[in-house]
């Protein structure tokens, strides 16, 4: 079956512009989580969505936003972009048994830089 | 704040030898999960210990949980070449929300 499909899988902005990023998840899976992942900090959880509803959100500010379609489908929207938002933005989806994560299957990433 | 704790950051072993990541979480989880990262590429999922106490080996690697939820391991038994990459461990919270560790990176010396 095919995996988790995010794009574009790289993009180079400038400050001060927004993107939108894009996350197709597996067949079925209804939770889609993203994750921005840089050298120095690791793995930042961003936030999760289920169902269409923003489940759960990480500790980044306002600019970082995100949706879930009826398909699943999840897009994050990043705007008025700083340099420090350059970073690898991994989306992951995954399989539920009422509040039990079976593992995540995340995609390639988008690699963000920002000039 | 929740935080997963893992150490070590960088592990360089010889070819053949063992090496051990641990990790460490500030509060009770209700699972954790193993991934693996390579040079390059994305996180690709291990395997997940719910039990307290639980034992889970995958050919040359044992992952344990601790009796309290609150700390595991990754060991893997003489290391070949194709180990190297970065092993990250990721806890699920009662809030459900899943914190990573920042990752041991491991490098093999052949």
């Known amino acids: 079956k095919a995996g988790v499909t995010q794009t574009p899988r790289y993009l180079i902005k400038t400050r001060g512009q927004q993107v939108t990023l894009s996350c197709s998840p597996i067949s079925g899976h209804r939770s889609v989580s993203w994750y921005q992942q840089t050298p120095g900090q690791g793995l930042q959880f961003l936030f999760e969505y289920f169902s269409e509803t923003q489940r759960n959100k990480g500790n980044f500010p306002g600019r970082f936003s995100g949706r879930q379609f009826s398909n699943s489908r999840s897009e994050m929207n990043v705007s008025t972009l700083e340099l420090g938002d350059s970073a690898l933005y991994l989306c992951?989806?995954?399989?539920?048994?009422?509040?039990?994560?079976?593992?995540?299957?995340f995609g390639s990433g988008t690699r963000l830089t920002v000039v | 704040g929740q935080q997963v704790m893992q150490i070590p950051q960088y592990q360089h072993v010889q070819e053949g030898e063992d090496f051990t990541t641990y990790c460490n979480s500030s509060?009770?989880?209700?699972?954790i999960q193993w991934y693996k990262q390579r040079p390059g590429g994305h996180p690709v999922f291990l395997i997940q210990l719910v039990k307290s106490g639980e034992v889970k080996k995958q050919k040359r690697l044992t992952f344990q949980f601790g009796e309290a939820k609150k700390n595991s391991s990754l060991h893997i038994t003489a290391t070949q070449t194709t180990d190297v990459g970065t092993y990250f461990c990721?806890?699920?919270?009662?809030?459900?929300?899943?914190?990573f560790g920042k990752g041991t990176r491991l490098h093999i010396l052949p």
């Open positions: 509060t009770t989880l209700s699972n």
């Open positions: 992951a989806s995954s399989l539920e048994t009422g509040r039990l994560t079976h593992g995540y299957t």
């Open positions: 990721a806890g699920q919270q009662r809030d459900d929300k899943i914190i």
